[in-house]
């Protein structure tokens, strides 16, 4: 099992950014808020360079990840998926290619695809971080079990501003410089 009570370090660490698309967003609760936070996350991985991965549910019948998240991850190939969870085989391999013990979720739904993901993760011996503040779901209800449940399995149930400076680690650095205006 992974160290649940290691400290988060970019050469342990991943981000996973999970199914944030257009047309399930209009109806998340906080949508705005949530893309938000889910953009300062990917912002501050990529100064940090924590590896950045996302994923797609049906992007046939509920489009393409939204403009604001895909403007951030320029470049990314993004992990087509049918099941709820993202544990599958093109994730499972991207990840051990990868080598990081340590995995930061973030996307939509709570209740749904980022729970069972954590879950699947959490069973594979990743520690799992879920930032609350860019996750969502449709119900704050169903949401706030999810993160009850989440945590109740071993993962750790955060928020972005803290696991963004517990990578970063230090005050001082050119990365703490440009990490600033990235959480304020």
């Given at each position: 099992?992974?160290?649940?009570?290691?400290?988060?370090?970019?050469?342990?660490?991943?981000?996973?950014?999970?199914?944030?698309?257009?047309?399930?967003?209009?109806?998340?609760?906080?949508?705005?808020?949530?893309v938000?936070?889910?953009?300062?996350?990917i912002?501050?991985?990529?100064?940090l360079?924590?590896?950045?991965?996302a994923t797609?549910?049906?992007?046939?019948?509920?489009?393409?990840t939204?403009?604001?998240i895909?403007?951030?991850?320029?470049?990314i190939?993004?992990?087509?998926?049918?099941?709820?969870?993202?544990?599958e085989?093109?994730?499972?391999?991207?990840l051990?290619?990868?080598?990081?013990?340590?995995i930061?979720?973030v996307?939509?739904?709570?209740h749904?695809?980022?729970?069972?993901?954590?879950?699947?993760?959490?069973?594979?011996?990743?520690?799992?971080?879920?930032?609350?503040d860019?996750?969502?779901?449709?119900?704050?209800?169903?949401?706030?079990?999810?993160f009850?449940?989440?945590r109740?399995?071993?993962?750790?149930?955060?928020?972005?501003?803290?696991?963004?400076?517990?990578?970063?680690g230090?005050a001082g650095?050119?990365a703490?410089?440009?990490i600033?205006?990235?959480?304020?």
């Amino acid at each position: 099992m992974a160290d649940v009570l290691g400290k988060l370090r970019p050469e342990t660490a991943a981000l996973l950014v999970i199914d944030v698309q257009d047309r399930l967003l209009p109806a998340i609760s906080e949508a705005e808020q949530r893309v938000e936070y889910i953009r300062r996350m990917i912002e501050a991985a990529k100064v940090l360079q924590v590896p950045i991965l996302a994923t797609e549910q049906y992007p046939a019948g509920l489009g393409r990840t939204c403009e604001t998240i895909q403007s951030c991850l320029e470049g990314i190939t993004y992990i087509e998926k049918m099941s709820f969870s993202a544990c599958e085989q093109r994730l499972i391999d991207r990840l051990a290619e990868l080598d990081r013990s340590q995995i930061i979720v973030v996307g939509i739904e709570a209740h749904v695809c980022v729970q069972q993901t954590t879950l699947d993760l959490l069973r594979m011996g990743y520690a799992v971080y879920v930032c609350t503040d860019a996750v969502g779901s449709r119900r704050t209800l169903d949401a706030a079990v999810a993160f009850e449940r989440m945590r109740q399995a071993g993962a750790i149930v955060t928020t972005t501003e803290s696991v963004t400076f517990e990578l970063l680690g230090r005050a001082g650095t050119e990365a703490f410089k440009k990490i600033l205006p990235i959480v304020k």
